[in-house]
Structure formats: C-alpha cells, structure tokens
C-alpha cells in the first residue's frame, strides 16, 4: 500500500534517523511565489509536524549521523561541506577549490563517503574525508556515484563501467572492486536495508 509521507519539490533527496522516527528531506524553498533554493525540513513521524532547519546556502545533498546533519552547498564556483549538531552550531568542515563537486554524502561515525568530481581529472571518484583529508578510493575515469557502506564492510557505489550504471561493491582493504549486478538499463541512488 503506498501511502503519501511529504510533498516536496525538487530532487526531494531524504534520509531516515536512525530510530526511522523523523525523515529529513530536501525541498524547493518558495519565497514571494518563487520557489528559490533547496533546503532541508524534518518531518517527525510521531506527531507529523513539518518544519525547516534552518541550514543555510544552496543544499546539494545531505545525510544524517546520529544526532547530526552533514551538507554540501554550492557557495559562488565551489561546494563547502558542512556539520550541525540539531539545533546546534555549524561547522565548516571542508571548503572545495573552483568548480569541485561533492554530491551524494553518505556519514557513519563522522567519516564521509562522497561522489566527489575532480576539475583537474575530470570524473567523478568515491573519496573518504576522515581527520581533515580527503582521500580517493576509486580513480578511474569513469562516472562513480551513491557511495554508501555495506553490512559486509564493503563499500557500495554506482559505476559507469562498460557505459551502464550499475552497483559495485568495493573492499577498502584490497583495493578489490566487484561488479554486483548487470542491468541494462542502469541504477541510481541504491541503499541496503536493515533487513
């Protein structure tokens, strides 16, 4: 039975909390009648109040780690990454260099996955920021994209390999890629459910 939780406008990217008791998602701000920029709203699902979190800037993606919301905004010709305890202050974490793309965050414990696209190589790679640094675990030069990790350990991300998005799975510790599926037609934005 499907059933309707939000409406958004946009892309209308969201992440459950952990507890899946609030959904954050992203939505097109309306201001005077025009719908302006994204930004992100929590729905709590107990008593169905809507409100907006007030994060600042163009949002481009954002997950959630425990009690905290981390985002990317595109700030003039580069993207910023950013964390906020709920309610709390921001952080500036990570200020990107001229026409550098952070998309699709994926935090657990702090560390950030991202599809993060290099100006200089002109592709999009999966990296790692952990302890101030930024750190590739695919360089190809192929489009890498929705890094999330695995119950396995492994890490998950969607490839244009053989011109097809498809999911691999990646053994940070080898450095060995695996080919998941084979699909014709490709994916997007896959995610492993607790079950």
């Keep these: 039975k499907e059933e309707k939780i939000v409406e958004c406008w946009g892309e209308c990217i969201h992440r459950w909390d ?3 008791h609030r ?14 920029y994204e930004t992100v709203y929590e729905k709590d699902l107990i008593s169905g109040k809507v409100r907006e979190l007030g994060i600042p800037g163009r949002i481009r993606s954002f997950d959630i780690d425990g ?16 964390r906020r305890n709920v309610d709390g202050d921001i952080e500036l974490l990570y200020r990107g260099k001229a026409f550098e793309q952070i998309e699709n965050l994926n935090v657990r414990n702090g560390v950030i996955l991202a599809s993060v696209f290099d100006p200089e ?4 790679d999966i990296r790692e920021y952990k302890d101030g640094e930024w750190r590739s675990l ?16 492994r890490i998950g991300y969607v490839s244009a390999h053989d011109m097809k998005l498809n999911l691999w799975a990646l053994d940070e510790a080898t450095g060995h890629a695996e080919r998941l ?11 492993e459910a607790p079950d």
């Excluded at 695919?138 to 350990?153: N, S, V, Y």
């Excluded at 599926?181 to 995610?191: E, F, K, S």
């Design 138 to 153: 695919t360089d190809d030069f192929e489009m890498d994209l929705d890094p999330f990790w695995m119950k396995d350990g």
């Design 18 to 20: 952990i507890d899946r």
């Design 23 to 36: 959904l954050l998602f992203m939505h097109l701000k309306s201001e005077d009648g025009y719908r302006k």
């Design 181 to 191: 599926t084979h699909l014709l037609n490709g994916m997007l934005h896959p995610i």
């Design 121 to 124: 190589h002109q592709s999009f």
């Design 67 to 82: 009690d905290a919301v981390y985002w990317t905004a595109l700030e003039n010709d580069a993207m910023a990454v950013y």
